[in-house]
Nanobody, 123 residues
């Protein structure tokens, strides 16, 4: 069982930055692949970025070059640094974990989810 808790969301103007954090419980955190997803009102949950336990990363095209995912295994925490934010980045952001060594891009590939944190980007 893994429990995940996101933080760091908020309201920011277009062009600004936010850093999301996701704190995880579980002794085997350093063996999990972690992912960030987002869901805007009326839309399906979509993949944003993922990172394996050895640091391989993968990004959605829509955030590549603007967002950076990282993890600190000693702190059981994964981060999402979001720069050059746009109004279309507005969504609830979720972190998720799975024990397989690949970065899945669809929600059903992940086993555990946090409650989400709201990110709102004003124009």
């Amino acid at each position: 069982q893994v429990q995940l808790e996101e933080s760091g969301g908020g309201l920011v103007q277009a062009g600004g930055s936010l850093r999301l954090s996701c704190a995880a419980s579980g002794r085997t955190f350093n063996r999990y692949t972690l992912g960030w997803f987002r869901q805007a009102p009326g839309k399906e949950r979509e993949f944003v970025a993922g990172i394996t336990w050895i640091g391989n990363t993968y990004y959605a095209d829509s955030v590549k070059g603007r967002f950076t995912i990282s993890r600190d295994n000693a702190k059981n925490t994964v981060y999402l640094q979001m720069n050059s934010l746009r109004p279309e980045d507005t969504a609830v952001y979720y972190c998720a974990s799975q024990s397989k060594f690949f970065i899945g891009t669809i929600p059903k590939e992940y086993d555990f989810w946090g409650q989400g944190t709201q990110v709102t980007v004003s124009s």
